[in-house]
């Protein structure tokens, strides 16, 4: 019999639960939990009909992070009509709610469900690599269904390691990491710093990086991204190096109308790291690109993917003031 693999580490990120968590402050994440929890058990086709109304609401409304989606729209496919990216907008949007009308589903079911419900793509690239003793890094980029191959892989027994930004509302941070780690792994929390993600790689995790979010210019580069430039974090090269690890690319989806997630997992990067961190850099966007293009609706397009521009404007604010006129 093997020794089960103990997961602790003093170093990551590790919230219980506390009592101040029942206090009056929380009463509506609670209640938002109740509410939510017997939507999740509706048939999808009943949370498909539900996403899709509330979609086209907020396409009309262009309000918040439909404001937000429109403008990376705008800036990503310049190529477009109002129409096409209004289209892309309304299936995005329909597919996040049935995603996350459907998100307590994966702490209410069983990691059987989870395999059932799950088909997985490539899966071979990640033992490949594993077979010839190499370490690494998957590069996922934030779909609707970013946490699944964690998750997923994790009940297979693959330990994994991530990191993340703590969230502001305590008891959503608790039950968040309470489902990513249900059956094993790793969460680093992003302000404690890369060391122990890396030492976490070397030592036999497969690395989670997400790669598309904005960190400010202090900490990025611009790098080409769709019909626009992008801040960029530069250091997946360096991060390839030092944790000796090949990058693997996944992209994961869910099908919004039967409720199936969908992971694509691709040949590690070659030739990577280049030693040049805009050319790695560019890969890296270039693989978001790919796919985000290819399957628009799965993308978080309403993230401020592109709030540090080189001429110092903030796009969200301008539109959202244009609205205002």
Sequence with gaps: MSAQRNDFDPLAYNPVFQWHFLSPKYWGTWLTLVLLIPIALL???????LSKKVANWLVKSRK???NTAWVNLELCFPEKTDEQRADILRETLTTAGV?????SLLTLRSKHWLNKQCEIRGLENIHNAQRQGKNAILLVPHTWAIDIPAILLASKGMPVSAMAKKQSNEVMDWLMHRQRVQYGGRVYE???GVKPFIKSVRDGYLGYYLPDQDHGPEHSIFVDFFATTK???PGLGKLS???KAVIIP???MIDAKTGRYVIEIYPDFENFPTGNELQDARKMNAFIEQLAGQYPEQYMWILKLLKTQQDGKNYYKLAKQNLMK
């Design 250 to 252: 996944v992209y994961a």
């Design 99 to 103: 995603f996350l009308t459907g998100f």
């Design 190 to 192: 992003r302000s404690g």
């Design 231 to 233: 801040a960029t974090l």
């Design 64 to 66: 918040g992070t439909a």
């Design 241 to 243: 190096k030092v944790s």
């Design 43 to 49: 048939p999808v086709s009943v949370r498909y009909w």
